[in-house]
Protein backbone atom coordinates (compact mmCIF):
# COMPACT_ATOMS: atom_id res chain seq x y z
CA UNK A 1 0.00 0.00 0.00
CA UNK A 2 1.44 3.86 -0.91
CA UNK A 3 0.21 6.17 1.33
CA UNK A 4 -2.03 8.89 0.11
CA UNK A 5 0.99 11.27 1.47
CA UNK A 6 4.04 11.37 2.94
CA UNK A 7 4.27 11.75 6.28
CA UNK A 8 7.62 12.79 6.90
CA UNK A 9 6.61 15.83 4.94
CA UNK A 10 3.96 16.99 7.28
CA UNK A 11 4.23 19.79 9.03
CA UNK A 12 2.27 19.61 13.09
CA UNK A 13 0.28 22.53 11.45
CA UNK A 14 -0.67 20.43 8.72
CA UNK A 15 -2.81 17.96 11.19
CA UNK A 16 -3.57 20.64 13.70
CA UNK A 17 -1.20 19.21 16.09
CA UNK A 18 -1.19 21.06 19.57
CA UNK A 19 0.48 19.82 23.12
CA UNK A 20 0.53 21.17 26.25
CA UNK A 21 2.69 19.91 29.40
CA UNK A 22 0.29 20.48 32.43
CA UNK A 23 2.37 20.73 36.38
CA UNK A 24 -0.50 18.66 38.42
CA UNK A 25 -1.21 15.12 39.52
CA UNK A 26 -3.04 12.55 36.78
CA UNK A 27 -6.81 12.93 37.69
CA UNK A 28 -6.05 16.74 38.37
CA UNK A 29 -5.34 17.12 34.76
CA UNK A 30 -7.88 14.92 33.00
CA UNK A 31 -10.14 17.28 35.19
CA UNK A 32 -9.09 20.18 34.01
CA UNK A 33 -8.37 19.41 30.39
CA UNK A 34 -12.79 18.49 30.82
CA UNK A 35 -13.47 21.43 32.01
CA UNK A 36 -11.65 23.53 29.85
CA UNK A 37 -12.69 21.93 26.37
CA UNK A 38 -15.99 22.05 28.18
CA UNK A 39 -15.69 26.09 28.31
CA UNK A 40 -14.74 26.08 25.00
CA UNK A 41 -17.54 24.79 23.47
CA UNK A 42 -16.93 21.09 23.10
CA UNK A 43 -19.06 18.56 24.67
CA UNK A 44 -17.05 15.48 26.23
CA UNK A 45 -19.57 12.69 25.38
CA UNK A 46 -16.94 9.36 25.23
CA UNK A 47 -13.77 9.09 27.41
CA UNK A 48 -11.54 6.08 28.92
CA UNK A 49 -8.29 4.87 30.12
CA UNK A 50 -6.56 2.81 27.22
CA UNK A 51 -3.67 2.28 30.42
CA UNK A 52 -6.38 0.88 32.89
CA UNK A 53 -7.43 -1.29 29.85
CA UNK A 54 -4.20 -2.44 28.76
CA UNK A 55 -2.81 -3.35 32.35
CA UNK A 56 -5.88 -5.33 32.77
CA UNK A 57 -6.24 -7.13 29.79
CA UNK A 58 -2.30 -8.01 29.08
CA UNK A 59 -0.31 -6.58 31.82
CA UNK A 60 1.16 -3.88 29.92
CA UNK A 61 2.51 -2.08 32.81
CA UNK A 62 1.54 1.44 31.04
CA UNK A 63 1.83 4.47 33.03
CA UNK A 64 -1.49 6.79 33.21
CA UNK A 65 -3.10 7.19 29.74
CA UNK A 66 -6.46 8.83 29.13
CA UNK A 67 -8.42 10.01 25.76
CA UNK A 68 -11.14 12.94 26.11
CA UNK A 69 -13.49 12.28 23.21
CA UNK A 70 -14.42 16.13 22.88
CA UNK A 71 -16.99 17.23 20.11
CA UNK A 72 -19.35 19.81 19.08
CA UNK A 73 -22.68 18.97 18.18
CA UNK A 74 -23.31 21.87 15.52
CA UNK A 75 -19.23 21.65 13.40
CA UNK A 76 -19.87 17.48 13.77
CA UNK A 77 -23.48 17.67 12.21
CA UNK A 78 -22.03 20.32 9.17
CA UNK A 79 -18.57 18.42 8.94
CA UNK A 80 -20.54 14.87 8.52
CA UNK A 81 -22.35 16.15 5.72
CA UNK A 82 -19.71 18.00 3.80
CA UNK A 83 -18.23 14.38 4.06
CA UNK A 84 -20.90 12.63 3.08
CA UNK A 85 -20.92 10.72 6.20
CA UNK A 86 -17.54 9.54 6.23
CA UNK A 87 -16.10 11.75 8.70
CA UNK A 88 -17.80 9.69 11.74
CA UNK A 89 -15.15 7.01 11.12
CA UNK A 90 -12.93 9.57 12.99
CA UNK A 91 -15.35 10.60 15.84
CA UNK A 92 -15.06 12.16 18.39
CA UNK A 93 -12.45 14.84 18.30
CA UNK A 94 -9.76 13.18 20.94
CA UNK A 95 -7.71 14.72 23.38
CA UNK A 96 -5.39 12.40 25.19
CA UNK A 97 -3.65 13.19 28.86
CA UNK A 98 -0.68 11.16 29.89
CA UNK A 99 1.56 11.33 32.62
CA UNK A 100 5.39 11.28 31.51
CA UNK A 101 6.08 11.26 34.78
CA UNK A 102 4.59 12.18 38.39
CA UNK A 103 3.42 15.95 38.53
CA UNK A 104 3.87 16.23 34.86
CA UNK A 105 1.33 15.68 32.06
CA UNK A 106 1.21 16.03 28.52
CA UNK A 107 -1.92 16.98 26.82
CA UNK A 108 -2.13 16.16 22.88
CA UNK A 109 -4.61 16.42 19.96
CA UNK A 110 -4.54 16.59 16.28
CA UNK A 111 -7.50 17.67 14.25
CA UNK A 112 -9.68 15.44 12.62
CA UNK A 113 -10.91 17.64 10.37
CA UNK A 114 -7.17 18.32 8.82
CA UNK A 115 -6.68 14.74 8.28
CA UNK A 116 -9.94 14.04 6.77
CA UNK A 117 -9.10 16.32 3.99
CA UNK A 118 -5.31 15.02 3.68
CA UNK A 119 -6.50 11.72 3.27
CA UNK A 120 -9.64 12.64 0.71
CA UNK A 121 -12.64 11.76 3.40
CA UNK A 122 -13.24 15.34 3.30
CA UNK A 123 -13.68 17.45 0.43
CA UNK A 124 -11.10 20.21 -0.06
CA UNK A 125 -13.79 22.96 -0.79
CA UNK A 126 -14.76 26.16 0.81
CA UNK A 127 -17.19 24.45 3.84
CA UNK A 128 -14.84 22.23 4.80
CA UNK A 129 -12.52 24.71 5.18
CA UNK A 130 -14.62 26.83 7.33
CA UNK A 131 -15.10 23.86 9.35
CA UNK A 132 -11.66 23.35 9.95
CA UNK A 133 -11.24 26.56 10.85
CA UNK A 134 -13.74 26.81 13.40
CA UNK A 135 -13.12 23.79 15.13
CA UNK A 136 -9.01 25.02 15.04
CA UNK A 137 -10.56 27.77 16.80
CA UNK A 138 -12.30 26.57 19.24
CA UNK A 139 -9.24 24.03 20.46
CA UNK A 140 -6.92 27.21 19.63
CA UNK A 141 -8.84 28.61 22.59
CA UNK A 142 -8.75 25.67 25.00
CA UNK A 143 -5.18 24.95 24.25
CA UNK A 144 -4.70 28.62 25.51
CA UNK A 145 -6.54 27.96 28.71
CA UNK A 146 -4.36 24.85 29.58
Request: with cysteine; proline share 7%; glycine share 6%.
Amino acid sequence: MTLPIDPARLDPEDIGEKEAVLSMGHEEAIEHVREVFTDAGFGVPVEFSPSDLLNEKVDADRDPYYVLGACNPAVADRALDASDGQLGALFPCNVVVWEEEPGRQRVYHVSIMRIARLVGMAPDDEEMADIVAETGELVDAAFEEL
